[in-house]
DNA sequence: CCGTATCCATCTCGATACTG
DNA sequence: CAGTATCGAGATGGATACGG
């Protein structure tokens, strides 16, 4: 093989970047709380409106259409009355759900190491310097 | 213990979510080209300026400075005429860039599946219904 | 119940110009 | 060389109201 796996360079710079792509489907402010309120299994509109908290029905929607595009969330619509949807984390989904968690872990670990750089940061660029 | 590693969903609800934050960290359209740029090593600004192609002075410092304040990089300046200043990945940075790489691969493997959702979600909601 | 439509405040980002 | 300052266009997101 001539490239390694890390040789990521050239993928980060060009516009198909695979990360980018990835991360600008899951930075938005709610989508990861969508994704993981659906990993337990199904959930309805009207419960996700009630777990985000905070999202409006106009983001929640916009979010919900997005995911379910990417192939990360099914739409079940059950032609009831009253009308009912479910939405579903798909495999792939999952599978992400479960990389984010090593996200999770290097956050956890270094949240002291953030935290003291931003201790450290601000207060060399905060505190007037002294005349 | 009372909690599995998975069980993450309270912290995606609540503001101090350490994977929303994470990935606010790095989800802009620079942070990534940024950190992989600066991780085979120290880079000058005027280095990134050109590596990045498309990115503006203006952006590049944002993103330098958010960086430089979260810890992922370290600013040093050579008070040399004309002045030069490198940019480091810090320990931390490389290992979220390892992290990283896993999403990578999940997009990777997953880029058909995600390519045929778009397809399909295209037709099934551009095309109008034929009458 | 599950959305869509509209309006408006806010924020982001690029272009441009200027400085130590 | 390595920034900072300022401005305006466009994207983003919340509130609200209405429709299937």
Chains 1, 2 share one sequence.
């Not at 060009?14 to 993981?36: F, H, M, Q, T």
């Not at 999770?104 to 005349?131: E, F, K, L, M, N």
Request: proline fraction near 6%; include cysteine; hydrophobic fraction near 40%.
């Amino acid at each position: 093989m001539s490239r390694s796996h890390t040789d990521v360079t050239d993928q980060v710079e060009n516009p198909a970047c695979p990360v980018s792509e990835v991360l600008d489907r899951v930075a938005g402010k709610w989508a990861i709380g969508i994704l993981v309120a659906a990993a337990k299994g199904p959930v309805r509109f009207s419960e996700l409106e009630r777990t985000i908290d905070g999202i409006s029905r106009r983001m929640l929607t916009l979010n919900l259409r997005k995911l379910e595009r990417e192939g990360l969330l099914t739409r079940t619509v059950y032609p009831t009355v009253p009308p009912k949807v479910e939405y579903a984390c798909t495999e792939m989904a999952l599978e992400l759900y479960e990389t984010l968690l090593s996200l999770v872990d290097w956050a956890t670990r270094h949240s002291g190491d953030i935290a003291r750089a931003h201790a450290v940061y601000d207060t060399a660029h905060t505190v007037a310097p002294a005349p």
